[in-house]
């Protein structure tokens, strides 16, 4: 029996959690991963995994709508959407400056709210689909280093409700995974960094790969709305 083919559009696939993302989708489920970053090493990235990619930006609509319609172009559907950003600016909190915030609010919220209007109705008229939102572990714990970042993710997890709540009847789901400490090769981290973190080291990439990819499958299909941590136990929030 011939399987069925699975795309997923995978934004800021370019290195980190997103490259290991792109990678573990194809590898392990056999996806055709169409990606996007600025630097174009996710369009490299996806051919290179025999799929196609767009050189462009998440706070850029166009560069969104570009990555969508090659999909679509390429192989007539989408399944899957990875939303994952760069870094913002951090630092003490009265000293970002006003351009500093209005850039985290596109690249850490808006990408999410933008990519929804255009990939929603493809989801809509495929009887479903599913979203994961590559976020922090802080935004319900914020991190006084990473101010921007934890605002606008905790914006992203109220939105994450409101939006499952109106499109979970139409088949598609949306969860956001909250890594840890974070890093390509873990040992590489000295152990006085990680102290207070319960696994006394930081994750892999991979390992937060393989979170998104159960996201992303049908062993999470009653998981919706939610906020997944992946910290290694460092958050204390019940």
Not at 133 to 139: A, F, L, M
Not at 156 to 162: D, H, N, P, Y
Not at 195 to 200: A, E, F, S, V
């Amino acid at each position: 029996m011939t399987e069925t083919l699975k795309v997923a559009v995978v934004v800021g696939a370019g290195s980190g959690i997103g490259a290991a993302v792109a990678r573990e989708l194809a590898s392990r489920d056999g996806y055709k991963i169409v990606a996007l970053s600025p630097s174009g090493k996710a369009k490299a990235l996806a051919e290179e995994l025999g799929g196609a990619g767009v050189v462009g930006s998440n706070c850029s609509t166009e560069d969104l709508q570009a990555v969508v319609d090659l999909a679509l172009e390429t192989y007539g559907r989408i399944d899957l959407v990875i939303n994952g950003s760069g870094h913002a600016a951090s630092g003490p909190i009265l000293e970002i400056t006003d351009g500093d915030w209005e850039t985290g609010m596109q690249m850490y919220f808006m990408n999410v709210i933008r990519m929804c209007r255009i990939v929603t109705p493809h989801f809509e008229a495929n009887g479903g689909g599913i979203i994961v939102n590559i976020s922090t572990s802080s935004p319900f714990e914020p991190n006084p280093k990473y101010p921007v970042s934890a605002t606008f993710r905790a914006a992203l997890a109220s939105f994450t409700k409101l939006y499952t709540d109106e499109y979970g009847p139409k088949g598609i789901r949306m969860n956001n995974v909250l890594p840890g400490f974070t890093k390509e090769d873990p040992s590489t981290v000295p152990e006085t960094w990680v102290q207070k973190i319960p696994l006394r080291r930081a994750a892999s990439t991979t390992e937060i790969a393989k979170a998104v990819r159960f996201l992303a499958s049908d062993e999470s299909s009653y998981l919706t709305g939610q906020n997944v941590r992946v910290d290694g136990g460092f958050a204390r929030g019940l």
